[in-house]
């Protein structure tokens, strides 16, 4: 069992950034390859970055590639999604997950997550 809480969502105008934190406790940390999703009102939950156990593998959805970045300080037990050149578009609740299926997965399937953060709600204005 792991428990993960995000925070660092708020409001920023477009152009802005914003750093989302996501705090791991509970089992190993570094046991499982990480991932951030996205849900906005009326819409489906959808995939927007994840990272291996180590942070040497990466993956990206399309719509965010080259503005976001995701990366993970087991250290800490914590992993990032930094996020600029925001748009209004990203406005959505931001939700980490962990997959404990392989430490080297980059799934982009909700279904493949075990763990869930209660979200953070992230709000571009234009």
């Known amino acids: 069992q792991v428990q993960l809480v995000e925070s660092g969502g708020g409001l920023v105008q477009a152009g802005g950034s914003l750093r989302l934190s996501c705090a791991a406790s509970?089992?190993?940390?570094?046991?499982?390859?990480m991932g951030w999703f996205r849900q906005a009102p009326g819409k489906e939950r959808e995939f927007v970055a994840a990272?291996?156990?180590?942070?040497?593998?990466?993956a990206y959805a399309d719509s965010v590639k080259g503005r976001f970045t995701i990366s993970r300080d087991n250290a800490k037990n914590t992993v990032y999604l930094q996020m600029n050149s925001l748009k209004p578009e990203d406005t959505a609740v931001y939700y980490c997950a962990a997959d404990g299926g392989s430490r080297w997965s980059l799934n982009d399937r909700p279904a493949e997550y075990d763990y869930w953060g209660q979200g953070t709600q992230v709000t571009v204005s234009s």
């Open positions: 509970g089992r190993t940390f570094s046991s499982y390859a």
């Open positions: 990272i291996s156990w180590s942070g040497s593998c990466t």
